[in-house]
């Protein structure tokens, strides 16, 4: 399925930078020895920005380039917007033999957290989205018929994965676009740690932070008002592990939010509770699986999974 | 003497390994630098794309990133040939919805704009592009078509002089925008480098009713009813004349390149110529207007313009206009077949390249325009369309990756490079055979005059295989810098005739091309012989001058050579010490320095002799220099040449004899002349005076020494 890259940013970046003055935060860096070097580029159907701080610059170049060579490992497994990804052959050959290590992660994770909500959060409803896409293009709601018809194949224990190998039952078909961002985030701050870099923001569509802006501040997140387009509601900061936001707003079907790209597995339907949940964990993987549960579950129940997750925490936003 | 079987092996080796070298297409040259030269702060250059050679030009808004365009190198997606063979590049942004950000110049060798024009017009009329939207097909007007009334959103304004030019670069934007469009912004399926063809041999006997019940061949009726609820609520008045459940227009839709469509629709013979004219991977709609023909509602009726795409029915996949060219097949009559209800009708051709997918779902759509208001009257349109859906079983579809379009450039030469076969097969034997033909001293003056004749009509103007330096500056340039040989490809003749020239060079030496295969010297020597009334007086320069002046092309040539390999802005302007461009391939039409220079040389040629091909022509030093690996001394020499008969010196009009009677080859033009003389017992003078001695001293007879 490709879906345009239009995406409304669910939280806005390193949102200090806009308020000071690029530089104001160039020169303090400069005074402590420390330069950075931000790559943008276009990945997982949204814009994608990687930024590190250290002393040597080649050093820096030379780990973002490894933390997109990692990015584009993450899509070439778990991608939709792939024609040619992992995922993608899966959903249309329903078996795939010696899946790549990432796509094995990604769905175990999918199937583990399914089970833990009790099917809350289902890899299983992609049969959903064309289904919605067509309906909304003419303006309307797909037939409650059809809609049946599609739950039918919705359902995670549809799916057995193993390491060698990924069945699916007949008709059956995977999305992991509520995981592969995170997941993608964590991925390439490994690589950016690996290489030595101990100050990094990555902005994979979901975020992840390690240590302090270049100048000394910590790293700041800005998280988007759900209704007002480009105003922020709250700034998380100091900000350091993982944040994931899910929201209604990202891929809406109608003008009041009401139908939307997340879908309650058992009915077919867009959750009605929430218009955004933001989650921060310590791994981008567990913070994006569990705000796309939250938006299913509703703010009772999501907090309570929230909390028995550790070093995790949620803000709600419901809808208006 | 080798046969000319080692001549075909040896064109046929080269070509193995030019073949050898080329790459499936030209690339873009961009890096990272270059494009943020392009696009400078506040957007930012996103990491290129790991598919398509495509940079996402990214803009930061409030800390995060949102896509402003997609920048890529046309000649990536549509390495589309333009004058002489080279593609011109473009820079081209495309932003998320399709519209034209920007279109700007990279390279490009087309004549008409280098010299003449300059690029100024040739950049202003890019700049046209932008705000344009890619996912309509847009044509090339006339000069100030824009402002003479032609939709400003589907017209940029052609240049006069330039129009070869300008809609290559045309085709080269469109082409390439829809291959990003379709891989990047999502339009359509994703079926860039997939050729898509109806199976030739699968052909089904159906009747037009048959036709349409299976739903391949489709119907587009509007009634007046219905025009008339889509106008409502615009102002506009009711339409149509008629009842309201008559048609107002009524389309016939057909996709002929399928043989069980095509065959049925137009009949054997008439779906035969079509195919051959369509050519191998191009596509053909049939739109037949069955509904009134003299309504203004009629789109192919006298609004409608042959060979045009037309202005009123667009066919589109996926979202996006497919560019489709009416093909101006000869009108026989009202009715396109029998069988097919009487109308106008047009034949609108798809090119391979668009990357249409008739497997695929695909639309025609027909746009219905009416007036509001009376004095100062706005059009409203509205579109009414019809899909049409044919079986994946009708077609194979082969990725077309690694097939280059050169191929297609020597199909469609195949005439030409048949005549230049048979001028070649015609020379071979008559220059081998010395006592043949060479030996008429009256018939093969006339031959030598008539080949002359068909090398600059045939060669020169008609095939445009004028070799010239600038090939050879282009394989430099390709050994020291590009590494891609396509470009040679794309221009069949001058390639055979390179093979063969080099074939002669090892046989003959130089002469074989310079005095028989060049254009340019066809015409010196033609001029000469019809200035020979004139009685102008050849001028003889002296051994003094001669020498150093002989060598000054050989300093030409290492010069453009050196400033080629070193990437110099100046060797092309340099190279025009050729007067090839001017007199062949533009026929004169250029500015005028360059035809006084081109005609002055023709005009010195009267009084020395070639004087351009003996002292000035970088191509002959070229040939001169590799003409040293020649095997064959193949002019027939006797004892007495040089001392003491001195004719063939004396008659020799390119100073090619030394007084000793040696011939040097690397002047030597093939002219033949002397070996008429040696051949003619009435000539030779030692024959001559053989002959008067009686029969007491038998003649030596002449003998081709190896």
Redesign the interface.
Known sequence: M?????RR?A?????G??ALGAAAFRARAAERGLVSR?????GLGT???LTAAGPDPVALEAALSEG?AAL?AVEAAGSLFR?DSALSRLNRAGRLDDPPDHLVALLTHALTLAERTGGAFDPTVQPLWPLWFEAAGRGGRPEPAALTACLARIGWRRVACAPEVIVLEPGTEVTLNALVQGYAADRVMAVLRARGIADAFV?TGEFGAVGAHPDGTPWRL?IADPRRE?EVAAVLGPFTGFAATSGDYHMAFSPDFADHHIYDPRTGHSPRGLASVTVTAPSGLVADGLSTACMVLGREKGAALVAGEPGCAARFAEKA | MRGPGVLRSGWAALLLVLAAFVHPAAAGELTRKDIEKNFPPPL?V?????RLPVW?I?KQ???????FAYAFESIDFAPIPGFGGTPPDLLIALS?DGTFRDVKVLSHKEPVFLEGLGSEPLFAFVEQYAGLSARQPIRVGRPNARAGGASPQTTVDGIAMATASTRTINQSVLASALAVARGK??FGA?NLGLSVQAKPDLSEKLSLDALLARGWVRRLTVTNAEATKAFRGTGVGDIGEGAPDDALTDLYVALLDVPSIGRNLLGEARFAALMRELGPGNHAVMVLSAGPSDSPENPLGESFVLGSVPERIAVSQGGLVVNARDMAVERRGAGLAEGLPPGDWAILRIDAAAGFDPSAPWTLTEKIVRERGQILSEKIARDFSVETRLPGELFTKVAAEGEADWTESWRARWPTLLVLAAMLGLLVPVLARQKGLVADARRFPAFRLAFLAVTLGFVGYAAQAQLSIVTVMGLVRAVFRTHDFAFLLYDPPSLVLWAFVLASLVAWGRGTFCGWLCPFGAMQELAAFLAKPLKIRQIAVPPWLDRPLRLTKYVVLAGLLAATAAGSPLADPVAEVEPFKTAITLSFVRSWPFVAYAVGLIVLNLFVYKGFCRYLCPLGATLAAMGRLRLLNWIPRRAECGTPCQLCKVRCRYGAIAPTGRIDYTECFQCMDCVTIIHDPGQCVPQVVARRHAKRIVPRPAVAAR
């Open positions: 490709t879906a345009p890259v239009t940013r939280v806005l970046g390193a949102c930078l806009a931000t790559r943008a580029g276009l814009t994608v920005a997109f584009r024609p902005d800005g480009g | 930012v996103g990491e290129r794309d790991d996402p990214l808004q409030a800390g995060s990133y949102e896509v998320p912004l999502g994703a």
